[in-house]
């Protein structure tokens, strides 16, 4: 299996909770500094020992979201996507990370458009799942479809609390994928069958307080899942995989965790 090698992160010294775009974040659950960075530094060993190239891009004062790496750009074998966030106070991280990885070419849509967290790559199967609905517009599919080489599998969020496909959708390969059956509604769920051969349930209560599915398979080998979802963790072994686990607390404050907070990057 073909698949990007390189981690960007955001480092997390200016991460905070200091409005609200999501139903998990709240001004009163007050996010515990110093255990935030240890878990991001947890997460980023991970990756390097499973043998990914981790490349860090310095936090902002101004911009507490900026630590989730999904949400700002795609890359896919062909290019460079930028987005287009939906919520004003994260829009200014695009331009951010933009200069800092000196991207030149790169196409950015109109319409909104939050990137990882809603477009997630098959690299097996070489397909996109274009998730839409809450952060994402589902016109901004029509306008990025040339830069999204293979097929493209729509599918329509129903549940605010999983706002991003990456809470309720994790891609294993092209023929297996963990799933949220509360997030979808009876015609996406018949579409992620039809798509994959093996569609495991998440248990709904992991799902949402651990935002289990929110776990990340880089490479069809190792799975990295938060530590509290420990029935997410046993499928997982179940499957063979390799299971790395690792506590989100303080992220899950502001509603992401393991897959929000990198960006799986092809490198050019
Ligand atoms: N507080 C952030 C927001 O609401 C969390 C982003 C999580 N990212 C993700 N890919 N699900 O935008």
């Not at 479809?145 to 991003?164: A, D, Q, R, T």
Request: aromatic content about 12%.
């Amino acid at each position: 299996m073909v698949f990007p090698k390189k981690i960007l992160m955001s480092s997390p010294e200016h991460f905070d909770v200091v409005y609200k775009i999501n139903p998990h974040m709240s001004l009163e659950n007050k996010v515990n500094k110093t255990l935030a960075n240890a878990q991001w530094y947890n997460l980023r060993s991970i990756y390097e020992n499973i043998g990914f190239d981790v490349e860090v891009i310095p936090g902002r004062s101004d911009l507490p979201d900026l630590v989730f790496m999904a949400n700002q750009l795609i890359s896919t074998r062909d290019g460079v996507i930028l987005s287009r966030m939906n919520n004003i106070e994260r829009e200014p991280e695009v331009d951010h990370i933009k200069k800092h990885l000196n991207i030149k070419n790169y196409f950015r849509p109109k319409n909104t458009f939050e990137s990882m967290g809603d477009c997630l790559e098959d690299y097996q199967g070489k397909r996109f799942f274009c998730g839409y609905g809450f952060r994402t517009k589902k016109e901004v599919y029509e306008e990025i479809n040339n830069y999204l080489p293979g097929e493209k599998v729509l599918i329509k969020l129903n549940s605010e609390k999983f706002y991003h496909l990456d809470t309720c959708l994790c891609i294993v390969d092209n023929e297996t994928a963990f799933y949220v059956k509360s997030a979808f509604d009876d015609n996406g769920i018949d579409t992620l069958k039809k798509s994959f051969q093996k569609l495991i349930k998440v248990d709904e209560m992991e799902a949402e307080t651990f935002l289990a599915c929110n776990a990340h398979c880089p490479d069809g080998v190792n799975i990295i899942v938060e530590e509290n979802a420990k029935k997410f963790q046993k499928s997982a072994r179940d499957l063979g995989l390799k299971v790395h686990s690792v506590d989100t607390s303080e992220f899950l404050k502001s509603g992401g965790s393991i897959f929000c907070l990198k960006n799986q990057f092809w490198d050019y």
